[in-house]
Nanobody, 123 residues
Framework: QVQLVESGGGLVHTGGSLRLSCAAS????????VGWFRQAPGKEREFVAG????????YYADSVKGRFTISRDNAKNTVYLQMNSLKPEDTAVFYC????????????????WGQGTQVTVSS
């Protein structure tokens, strides 16, 4: 089992920044790819960014590429999502998740999920 806890959400204005954290406990964290997903009201959960379990490579949804940066600190069992140039359409509940599959983008490939943290971007 892997337990994940997100933090760092909040309310920001358009163009602002937030850094989300995903703290893990349980099984060896470095064995898992970690992804960030988000879900806005009335919409499907969508992939945002991921960091692989093998080579530490990162990958992003086109909608956030160049604005968001994912990173991991295995010594601290934590993954971060730095979000810059935020837009109102980024408003959603953000979830982190862990997968045994490197470069996973589909939610069904993730085995463990956090409870989510709300990000609201005002216009």
């Amino acid at each position: 089992q892997v337990q994940l806890v997100e933090s760092g959400g909040g309310l920001v204005h358009t163009g602002g920044s937030l850094r989300l954290s995903c703290a893990a406990s349980g099984r060896t964290f470095s064995n898992y790819a970690v992804g960030w997903f988000r879900q806005a009201p009335g919409k499907e959960r969508e992939f945002v960014a991921g960091v692989s379990r093998t080579d530490g490579g990162t990958y992003y949804a086109d909608s956030v590429k160049g604005r968001f940066t994912i990173s991991r600190d295995n010594a601290k069992n934590t993954v971060y999502l730095q979000m810059n140039s935020l837009k109102p359409e980024d408003t959603a509940v953000f979830y982190c998740a862990a997968s045994s599959i490197s470069y996973a983008r589909q939610a069904r490939n993730y085995d463990y999920w956090g409870q989510g943290t709300q990000v609201t971007v005002s216009s």
